[in-house]
């Protein structure tokens, strides 16, 4: 491993980790926000604890997916690389779409503070490993150089363990490119969700109490089920359609799917619940479990629908078998 990486990478594929994309860290506020959160779901207890400068903001998070995907294509491409990443701010703010203005480095230089300043405990398991710890978002960032006009030309960022873990593990999904042009930090957080939860998968259902309380939202519940309904009608995640049913459901469905009702091709399938969900993931940390249960069901429909005496036996030895092939 390089003690420090260069980010020189154009057109990287953008990357996110799996971790902050289930959880709610990055606030969706547009003001400071000083209060501390604690959220548990599943045995995974965690902890964000902001700075007097306020929490991380969800646009804030940019710098990370900028970084990860700098990594992640330099790790697929067989380059050594470092925790400690090197970067062009200009390149920066060009490939989050942001202007270049003399303000947007002031900005930039503020999310920096509030990513390092931003502290998480926490016992969720990364790349297979669960250790209860406490961390910034990133451990550190330094402008190592000025213009005379004051603008930082290229900064430091070495982010945190627990972080570069995720990347190491490649514990990390792809992002449409058309993200950054999410400008409501709600509609960033509801992609993410539909990213992390739908996937490549036809269809994914969630009540309204449960998706409040996984977007991290402060909104009272009507005030955002209001929200989620206006997103309905603008139709604006890159990918995903969402769609309200009754019972106070939102579906979310994989955009360009035909909609033919709760009739699915892999209707009969067997349904595996979290216990399931969690081998997988000890199986084949880093992949989408999610995406690998999709392409299991198609997988079975195509075999012609086999009846099953242990269905969670022979999808676990169908995961087993499906990673060493890849």
């Not at 792809?174 to 992609?191: G, M, N």
Request: charged share 25%; with cysteine.
């Amino acid at each position: 491993m390089r003690d420090f990486f260069v980010c020189d990478i154009f057109g990287a594929s953008l990357k996110d980790d799996l971790a902050t994309m289930e959880h709610p860290v990055f606030s969706l506020s547009t003001r400071p926000d000083r209060k501390i959160r604690q959220y548990e779901h599943n045995g995974v207890e965690i902890t964000v604890t902001p700075s007097v400068r306020g929490r991380a903001t969800i646009h804030d998070k940019d710098i990370l997916i900028y970084c990860i995907s700098q990594l992640m294509a330099a790790l697929n491409a067989g380059r050594e690389i470092g925790r400690t990443l090197q970067l062009t701010a200009h390149d920066l703010l060009i490939a989050t779409r942001r202007d270049t203005g003399g303000d947007s480095y002031t900005r930039l230089r503020e999310a920096f503070e509030r990513l390092a300043g931003t502290r998480i405990t926490t016992n969720l398991a990364v790349g297979g490993v669960e250790t209860t710890s406490g961390f910034g978002l990133i451990e550190a960032w330094e402008i190592v150089r000025k213009s005379r006009g004051g603008r930082m030309i290229s900064v430091t960022v070495t982010l945190s363990e627990w972080l570069f873990r995720a990347v190491m593990s490649k514990s990390v999904l792809t992002l449409s490119r058309d993200y950054f042009a999410l400008r409501k930090p709600l509609e960033r957080r509801i992609y993410e969700l539909a990213r992390k939860h739908c996937g490549k998968q036809r269809e994914w259902r969630v009540s309204v109490g449960t998706l409040h309380i996984k977007a991290g939202s402060d909104a009272p519940v009507r005030v955002f089920r209001a929200a989620v309904r206006k997103m309905i009608a603008a139709n604006t995640l890159p990918g995903y359609v969402l769609t309200e049913e009754p019972g106070d459901i939102i579906r979310v469905t994989r955009a360009g799917v035909v909609d033919d009702g709760p009739a699915t091709a892999t209707a009969g399938a067997p349904l595996f619940g979290a216990d399931t969900l969690e081998r997988v993931r000890q199986i084949a940390p880093g992949w989408d479990a999610y995406a690998l249960e999709a392409e299991w069901r198609n997988f079975w429909v195509e075999s012609g629908r086999p009846r099953l005496a242990a269905p969670e036996k022979a999808y676990l030895a169908w995961v087993a078998g499906r990673i060493t092939r890849d």
